[in-house]
């Protein structure tokens, strides 16, 4: 079982960035895939990136390619995800959450990949 807190959340101005940060507690850590989702008022939950629990494989949704970046540190047992060049449509609240498999990938997409979520962090970037 692994523990996830999320912190970092926030307001901020279209344009501008956050970083989320995921302290996870637990033995299985640095052996799973670790993924961000986020779910925007009235939507379903979304995948938004994947890191593979050595940290060698990352994997975006379209969305956010090329603006996010999803990061570990296997020691520390964290996960952050920094996002740069935030949209008003990156609004949502962001979830941290523990691949359900040891030693996996990084094409962890679905929620079913995941079995331990931490309890969200709001993002409001406004325009």
């Known amino acids: 079982q692994v523990q996830l807190v999320e912190s970092g959340g926030g307001l901020v101005q279209a344009g501008g960035s956050l970083r989320l940060s995921c302290a996870a507690s637990?033995?299985?850590?640095?052996?799973?895939?670790m993924g961000w989702f986020r779910q925007a008022p009235g939507k379903e939950r979304d995948f938004v990136a994947a890191?593979?629990?050595?940290?060698?494989?990352?994997y975006y949704a379209d969305s956010v390619k090329g603006r996010f970046t999803i990061a570990r540190d296997n020691a520390k047992n964290t996960v952050s995800l920094q996002m740069n060049s935030l949209k008003t449509e990156d609004t949502a609240v962001y979830y941290c959450?523990?691949?359900?498999?040891?030693?996996?990938?990084?094409?962890?997409?679905?929620?079913?990949?995941?079995?331990?979520w931490g309890q969200g962090t709001q993002v409001t970037v406004s325009s």
């Open positions: 959450a523990a691949g359900s498999r040891r030693f996996g990938g990084s094409y962890y997409i679905f929620e079913d990949d995941y079995n331990n």
């Open positions: 637990g033995r299985t850590f640095s052996s799973v895939t």
């Open positions: 890191i593979s629990w050595s940290g060698s494989s990352t």
